[in-house]
């Protein structure tokens, strides 16, 4: 089984890695880029639809507003990176907003950022893809018709790729981020070109459609309300900005800097792509509506359920370059990838925060190993689980999906900043160097500047989204808040209980008696085995016990017994339901009730068998008396192994293993290395 198991998994994720080999899966700052930013960077795929979306509830003359809920969007943007900058330059371990709230809020702080910033990866991977098939699937019907079983596909094979490690992953994405950036950045200059220069009339092609609105003359408070939650839902383009300050340790030296690079650099692309597609979308007279096939109208006639809303993206691009174009393929087929790839950002953010929130003792340990590919393995499959789930709880469907969204991130947004601020403040009253406390008290006023402002976002998202699905990620929250106390309380009390005490106690003091009891069945090797090693222990008092199921059974071993002669006492226990465990378990509770002071130790002869099969053959009794026993005081239970023939063929089929290189596990190095090297092994 191991042979089996071991071959796909080698083919799947590749060879393992030594520990000593974590330096050389760092990041570049080129491919840190799209590893960690590729979140925002594609969000501007679906980030100014989703503004337009919202203005067409008032109709088409809302429209007009869109450019300044675009500077409203950079200015966000550019404050959230600016501070973000001084948390990697301060907190550079990797903690990111969870360790900055921790640290300078307190544990509650940290761990509602550590829930808002779980939830939110999660929604990431989630959005991203649904968006990402959503877009593919305007080319491909298949897609559209399955949408959900493509979906789980794509988050299947995220997660292949993240197990196989983090460089090779950002290797993998790198190409069809930078295609993507590329492409937006060329329609952008050849759209800017042919209007500015050449004066040419371009025109999406929904351009002559019109929009029925549902409230018509909106104004005065309920337009400001409309203004706010369309602006909340531009700031879909920040999501995954955190990721850099969380995956500060993945950089290579010196990790702060290029951190902060990479940083810089996400934001300039991000804010000029968004601005860019925005007004482009405005030049060429793109219409949407949340509800197409009733709102949209050509000629005065509704479209109907036949018609596929394509995305702003696409719409401009096609506007820009020509349905059907080299560029527009090109573009539409980077923009459905790089929404696939975008889902890379929490793949990267979560397994490292939930393996810093595990040594941390608020979630399970095993999220804090590395797997083969010193990935946290454990982190990527739960991520992978959780948005599949959310994938098939909202049918793949971005636009009900992206109302849960971005709560969580202006959650941790907020309190982080504020976090800084009382970082600074802290730092501020011991320093007496003036350029050092010039540098902290304007690190201070960028921080305080982008907490009031997340802060302020945070309210107009939870007001505006709330009643549209932001409750259900308030709610995950919550969910996740809860479980993690838990989970902390637990380990909190396992240690307290395991803790050894300075002075004597009743685990350090002998128990006074060891009384030894053998568990027989029948006399064959296993038992004569066991019986040995309980003689060589030399306890106070060694007996055999059987329990009672046949009487002929039991007779015919009484009466070898007697004819071996063999000189230990065999107890024979009834049981009048034909049971074996219950008997001895109530046998041995009566043994330490008679001598509390005893230990009792139960020797259990088993035999080793080969094939998975033969497991299920075998040893199924021992293992209930062992779980049973477990639970039971002052009982130490010991197997006593025989080895049956199959056994040795499953050593001997191992051992050839070692010799054996499966597909992706091949050893490197010159011949005569590896010679030398099995040599002096097998001496």
Known sequence: MSKLTDVPKRILIGRALRSDRLGETLLPKRIA????????????AYAPGEVLLVLSIAGVSAYHFSPWIAVAVVVLMFTVVASYRQNVHAYPSGGGDYEVATTNLGPKAGLTV????????????????????????????????????????????????????VKESGTLFAIPTYVFVAGVFIMILWGSFRGLV???????????????????????????????????SGCAALTGVEAISNGVP????????????????????????????????????????????????????????????????????????????????VLAAATALVLFLAANTAYNGFPLLGSILAQDRYLPRQLHTRGDRLAFSNGIVLLAGAATMLIFIYGADSTRLIQLYIVGVFVSFTLSQTGMVRHWNRHLATERDQAKRRHMVRSRAINAFGAFFTGLVLVVVLVTKFTHGAWVALLGMCIFYATMTAIRRHYDGVSEELAAPEGPSDDSVRPSRVHSVVLISKIHRPTLRALAYAKLLRTDTLEALSVNVDPAETKQLKDEWERRGIDVPLKILDSPYREITRPVIEYVKGLRRESPRDAVSVIIPEYVVGRWYEHLLHNQSALRLKGRLLFTPGVMVTSVPYQLQSSELAKQRARRRQDWNAPGAVRRGPAEARAKESSASQS
Request: net charge positive; with cysteine; glycine share 8%.
């Open 198 to 232: 050449l004066g040419d009339t371009m025109r999406a092609p929904t351009a002559s459609y019109q929009v029925r609105a549902e409230h018509q003359g909106i104004a005065g408070f309920a337009l400001v309300f409309l203004l706010l939650r369309a602006f909340s």
């Open 114 to 165: 550590a829930s808002a910033l779980l939830v939110d990866y999660v929604l990431t991977v989630a959005v991203s893809i649904s968006s990402g098939i959503e877009n593919l699937g305007s080319a491909v019907p298949f897609v559209v018709e399955h949408k959900v079983l493509c979906a789980v596909a794509v988050v299947v094979l995220l997660t292949l790729m993240n197990l196989r490690g």
């Open 33 to 44: 880029l799209p590893v960690f930013a590729s979140d925002p960077l594609s969000s501007v």
């Open 250 to 329: 993945a950089f290579r030296k010196p990790k702060s800097k290029n951190a902060a690079t990479t940083l810089a650099m996400m934001g300039l692309l991000a804010v000029t792509m968004f601005c860019g597609i925005i007004v482009l979308a405005m030049t060429t007279k793109v219409r949407m509506a949340e509800n197409p096939a009733a709102d949209l109208l050509h000629n005065g006639v509704a479209l109907g359920s036949g018609y596929v809303q394509n995305p702003v993206i696409s719409q401009v691009a096609e506007a820009v370059f020509g349905k059907g174009s080299l560029l527009f393929i």
